[in-house]
Structures are given as C-alpha cells and as structure tokens.
C-alpha cells in the first residue's frame, strides 16, 4: 500500500480578484489574522502527515519563498532581547514543513501547474491543496482524505455541496452517493452553469491523486477559458481507474474571495487566543451600529 508523503500547492495565479494589493504582494501571503494564508495550507498539510511540500509560485512571487526560509538576523534580535514567543512564531514558520518551490514559467492553467510537479512527485499517489480553500476543522481536511484514500486506494477529491447559484464557480461532480460522506466520481465538469451542474457537488481545493494523472496531464488540451484545466484531466483519469469524492467535515473559506477573506480574517480571530476576547467585544458593539 503507498502512503501519501507529498503534497503540491499551487501558488502561480496572479490573484486579480485582490487587485490592487496583488500588484507586488501575492494573494498567497495575504495576512490572516497573524499568518500569511499559504502559511495555514502548509500546516494543514504537515497535520495530515505530508512530510515533502512543493509551492508552484511564478515570477514576483519570491516572498512566499522567503517566508519559509530562515531569518537569522531577526532571530537573533529577538533572543537578544529575550522576546522568546516572537522567537518561537517566527521558527515556526521556517521550521515547519520541508518544502520546495519550482515556478510555473507560463500561465497555462491549474492542470499545466500540478504538471510542473511531476519529477517531483514521480510515481507515488500525492496530495494537492489549493491556496484559496482554507478550511478549518479539528480534524484537518486533507487527513480525511487520506483516510479515504488509504482505504480505498484510489484518488478522492474533497467535495462539498454549494449554493445552486455557485455552481459556476467550481468543478462539479458527478456519481453517486454510496455512504454517509462518500460519492463516487462518474464525471466532472468545469465552472457550469446552473442548467449544466449535473450536482452541487463541488471540488473545493483538496485532491489526493495518484500519479496517473500525469500522463493525462501532458496531452489535456485548453478547456474552459482556455486554461488546462485540472478537472479535464480528472474526467480523464476517472475514465481510466476508480475515484471517489469526499464531503469533507469543516467550514471552508474561500480566501480568494473579498468576502470569503473577510469571513475567514473575522473567524479566525475570534479563534485567536491573543485577540478573540477584545475582538468579540468589538464585534458586538460594531454590529449594534450597524
Ligand atoms: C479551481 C478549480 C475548480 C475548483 C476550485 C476550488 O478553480 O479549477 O475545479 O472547484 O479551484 O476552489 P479556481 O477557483 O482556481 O478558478
């Protein structure tokens, strides 16, 4: 049985929803709270047992880079003056995963992204964690899949249902529910419209696929917005070996989103031991106004 040891997030998009700010900054280290938003995927990852990260990041975008890398000056600045917690956060994040970077040269789409991915993850079942999905449960959303996976040993994609009127926004899934959680994956389609979605069963940024996709990958030709699109290849590679989809358990953000960022910076600090008190507080009196 292969264990799923490594993961891929694809960071290249130019994040024009967030334009301005995303002219210089990638959406990626757009702050929650205290984080950077890439910084919870990877935590996420490392919680559900992915040892190897590899970031897809694109030209401009080296700060997520520098991120994940060591800060000694600063370090030592702060055990100098003997700021022991700062210390700690900013380990954490250097510390956190083995993670490396190769950068998409050309914008072609999610699926010519995982693409880039391929000698690094070589013939092994992998998992892929979108930037934009950042979902929060006890149990982590991508340890879930795993599970599946582990069980069944073939690719899972995380689903859950959406709004009718949100369908256009996703990849929807189609097959059939055979339990409580689980759907099997008969077909996909990309982004359709309300009269299209066979479902409202949506893939929401979690994959753990095998390496077969890879091959499928190299010949998917543009599809919807002239992008290689990831989906197109999972209609593939549903065709070729069984896949489920999984209804994940957990309130998941769409960071990519004003209003998703918004709802996910509102939430997450009302988790936040250093601020959830006072920010409740504020809450409160803000919405009393309103
Ligand atoms: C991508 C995928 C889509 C998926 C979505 C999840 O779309 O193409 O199938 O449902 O992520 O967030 P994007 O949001 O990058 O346009």
Redesign the pocket.
């Known amino acids: 049985m292969m264990r799923v040891r490594k993961a891929i997030i694809p960071a290249a998009?130019y994040g024009t929803r967030f334009l301005p700010t995303t002219k210089a900054t990638p959406k990626e280290m757009l702050n929650i709270v205290d984080k950077p938003a890439i910084q919870y995927i990877v935590e996420e990852a490392v919680a559900a047992g992915i040892e190897e990260i590899l970031i897809i990041t694109t030209r401009n975008k080296s700060s997520i880079e520098n991120h994940f890398d060591a800060t000694p000056e600063l370090n030592d600045m702060l055990k100098s003056k003997g700021k022991d917690d700062l210390l700690a956060l900013s380990k954490e994040a250097e510390d956190l995963a083995e993670v490396f970077f190769k950068r998409q040269k050309e914008m072609k789409g999610?699926g010519h992204a995982v693409l880039q991915a391929r000698a690094f993850v070589g013939d092994e079942p992998f998992a892929i964690l979108?930037g934009?999905?950042i979902v929060y449960h006890e149990k982590p959303c991508l340890k879930q899949l795993i599970e599946v996976f582990d069980k069944r040993q073939a690719s899972v994609l995380g689903v859950q249902s959406v709004k009718k009127e949100d369908v256009s926004?996703?990849?929807i899934v189609d097959g059939k529910q055979i339990d409580d959680r689980t759907y099997t994956v008969e077909g996909m389609i990309?982004k359709p419209s309300i009269e299209e979605a066979p479902t409202t069963v949506?893939?929401?940024?979690r994959y753990v696929l095998t390496p077969a996709i890879f091959d499928i990958l190299e010949t998917t030709q543009p599809g919807k917005g002239g992008e290689i699109?990831?989906?197109d290849g999972l209609i593939e590679l549903a065709k070729k070996e069984s896949m489920f989809a999984y209804d994940f358990e957990g309130i998941r953000y769409?960071t990519?989103d004003k209003l998703g960022y918004l709802k996910a910076t509102v939430e997450y600090a009302l988790r936040h031991e250093g601020v959830k008190a006072s920010f409740k507080d504020y809450i409160k009196e803000i919405s009393e106004k309103l």
Do not use: I, N, R, V
């Open positions: 998009g999610l979108l934009d999905d926004k996703y990849g990309e949506a893939a929401l940024g699109q990831l989906t769409d990519g």
